[in-house]
């Protein structure tokens, strides 16, 4: 029996048309730290799905206004039939220095995932809005372990505080729990939160 608690991605996608050309593509918004990167490789594996990260464009140096660019060299390219994807990625850390996206394909579902997919500057390209919701002491913890190698305990900590007062303004603004279509906590499996397709069973 399908427990009926966990909202099933595909029954949306499947009701609802393309607003990027022909691409369906499923933002995921939440606080730094709080699973989106998690979520998103699961859906990304089940869905068949490539994901645009929106800290390949943000950085510390540009946390707030990066998202031109994201528009520019992804969003308006999918809206006019581009098959694959090519753009440079922000490096956030001095040793951090990713190399270019270079020729992504262009998928039938695609993920944005990152702190403020669900934008207001990039609602009318969407077909679904998630939003994981998780506490602000799990979201630092796990921030500052990721990047506890970038500095001392202390630098790393005023780094995260920071940008989680950053993206609290941005919450107060766009409001993205409220838009979303689905809302996660990010402290409990995903897998048993959301379904990407009804089980099927044999008789």
């Excluded at 001095?94 to 500057?121: F, Y």
């Excluded at 993205?176 to 008789?203: C, K």
């Amino acid at each position: 029996m399908t427990d009926r608690r966990r909202t099933t991605i595909s029954l949306l996608l499947d009701a609802r048309q393309p607003r990027a050309g022909r691409t369906k593509l499923v933002g995921i918004d939440g606080h730094g730290g709080s699973g989106k990167s998690t979520l998103a490789l699961m859906l990304a594996e089940q869905l068949g799905a490539e994901v645009i990260h929106t800290d390949d464009f943000a950085s510390w140096d540009n946390p707030k206004d990066w998202w031109p660019l994201l528009i520019e060299r992804v969003l308006d390219p999918i809206c006019k039939g581009a098959h694959h994807l090519s753009y440079p990625r922000s490096k956030w850390w001095p040793n951090h220095d990713p190399p270019p996206m270079v020729d992504q394909p262009v998928t039938p579902v695609m993920l944005l995932e990152g702190v403020s997919a669900l934008r207001v500057e990039f609602r009318h390209y969407l077909t679904i809005g998630v939003c994981v919701s998780t506490p602000k002491a799990v979201c630092l913890e796990r921030g500052t372990r990721r990047d506890a190698d970038q500095g001392t305990p202390d630098e790393i900590m005023r780094l995260w505080e920071k940008f989680y007062a950053d993206e609290e303004g941005y919450l107060r603004r766009d409001d993205p729990e409220t838009y979303a279509d689905i809302v996660l906590d990010g402290t409990q499996p995903f897998e048993s939160q959301v379904l990407v397709s009804e089980p099927r069973f044999s008789s």
